[in-house]
């Protein structure tokens, strides 16, 4: 891709209403453009960073057993007035048809999920299962904050599992307790943390919050050195005490990144979903439920990996691998060559992005640490001279001191294919 084609307008100054230094950077590198109050449009460059994270999480609960599947958006209320929730939760945004029947647009699946599953499980062969969704949700909020932090309209991956008993709920919730790290892991988050918390709106009795430790974040947690670590809700607000050891509570800022619950029989029941068991009797699933908020992920990377300049990905994330930029000379000859390096690397399937504008340097590598490719070739007159490329890194996870600062300009497509690999080892 050609940098003037990507569909951006960097601002380069402050950002009206932007009140955090993620929030700010999302918008001036163009990776967010705000639709409406509390709903974004993704550009080129913010859907890319998004679905190389919706493809980490894929990856992660397809090894988990989770098979992907579609839910409708929008559906009848019926479904939502069977469990009592179309009255009970307040942020579901309701609407009628022109021929009065009521709608909601799902803020969250329980209900579509458990009536597609009641009328597809008939036996115990059947589970447990887990099925999951890349998707589109809405909430009716009464306030939004910070870019993708707390919006109306987010993607989110919501999974659902359903079981025989509790041992075995508990024994898959486990598991994707577990896969949350290694996806966490592969974005570049680094101070992840869990702490347990209250069903609220979703029922059940266990259930975890994850949650990214960064001052931005709108969550109250308390935290022990004996491991103790619950949120504001769980936590009475006048108690600094740990409940397990007695010593004081340390209270940090948390963005909430993830949720998952043992939703136990509340929506199997109140739907009225059986299925044969192996002693021929007819019993009730037990559930549990695992969400993601996808594009809060991508503002949560951003708020912790940032720098002055803008966020920076890792191989995982990164919207482009490479990014080569020609440096403007009198003789015309490295904007050329920068071109003609681009469009091997395209060739041999890099991710790759150009910049021959005719912009100074300052602003070309301004832009480079908003874009925040892991690898940055810089094509000049002085390189060329010595038939060298130079190469820079903007990475944070990898120490670079061992890294090549220049390449053979006529040799060098094995080398970035190389630095790619080394690059995206964890
Ligand atoms: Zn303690």
Redesign the pocket.
């Known amino acids: 891709m050609k940098i003037e084609n990507l569909c951006v307008d960097r601002l380069y100054g402050d950002v009206a209403g932007a009140t955090t230094r993620g929030h700010k950077i999302a918008v001036k590198g163009g990776y967010i453009y705000q639709t409406f109050q509390g709903g974004y449009t993704l550009t080129p460059l913010g859907w890319s960073v998004v679905r190389k994270i919706e493809n980490i999480i894929r990856e992660e609960m397809n090894a988990i057993d989770g098979q992907e599947m579609l839910m409708p958006v929008v559906c009848g209320a019926d479904l939502w007035k069977e469990t009592g929730r179309y009255d009970s939760m307040d942020n579901i945004a309701k609407f009628k048809s022109r021929s009065g029947a009521d709608y909601v647009i799902c803020p969250t699946h329980e209900e579509v999920v458990t009536d597609y599953a009641r009328s597809v499980i008939k036996s115990y062969r059947q589970m447990p299962f887990m099925v999951y969704q890349i998707q589109t949700k809405f909430r009716d909020e009464l306030r939004v904050r910070a870019g993708l932090i707390r919006t109306r309209e987010f993607i989110m991956k919501d999974g659902y599992s359903f079981h025989e008993t509790q041992e075995d709920l508990e024994k898959y919730y486990k598991r994707c307790f577990d896969a949350y790290y290694k996806i966490y892991k592969r974005c570049g988050l680094k101070n992840v943390t869990d702490v347990m918390s209250a069903t609220g709106d979703m029922g059940g009795k266990i259930a975890h919050e994850f949650q990214l430790i960064n001052e931005m974040g709108e969550d109250t947690l308390y935290i ?3 491991g ?1 670590r619950a949120n504001k809700e769980l936590e009475e607000t006048d108690s600094t005490v ?1 409940p ?4 004081t509570l340390n209270k940090v800022r948390g963005i909430e990144i993830g949720n998952i619950f043992q939703l136990g029989k509340k929506y199997t029941d109140s739907m009225h979903m059986t299925y044969t068991a192996e002693d021929g009797t007819e019993k009730t699933p037990i559930m549990g439920c695992y969400g993601i908020g996808v594009s809060r992920v991508m503002a949560a990377i951003i708020e912790e990996s940032a720098d002055d300049n803008g966020p920076i990905w890792n191989m995982e994330t990164a919207p482009f691998a490479v990014e080569v930029i020609g440096l403007t000379d009198k003789e015309g000859k490295t904007l050329p060559k920068a071109e003609e390096i681009y469009n091997n690397l395209k060739s041999a399937g890099v991710e790759v992005l150009l910049d021959t504008r005719d912009n100074r340097a300052g602003e070309k590598f301004a832009d480079a640490d908003l874009i925040s490719a892991p690898i940055r070739l810089i094509v000049s007159a002085k390189n060329m001279a010595q038939n060298q490329i130079e190469v820079k890194y903007r990475v944070n996870n990898y120490d670079t001191t061992n890294l090549p600062n220049t390449l053979d300009i006529n040799n060098y497509s094995d080398t970035i294919k190389d630095l790619i690999n080394e690059l995206s080892k964890h």
Not at 244 to 247: M, P, R, Y
């Open positions: 022990c050195d004996c103790f740990c397990k050891c007695g010593k």
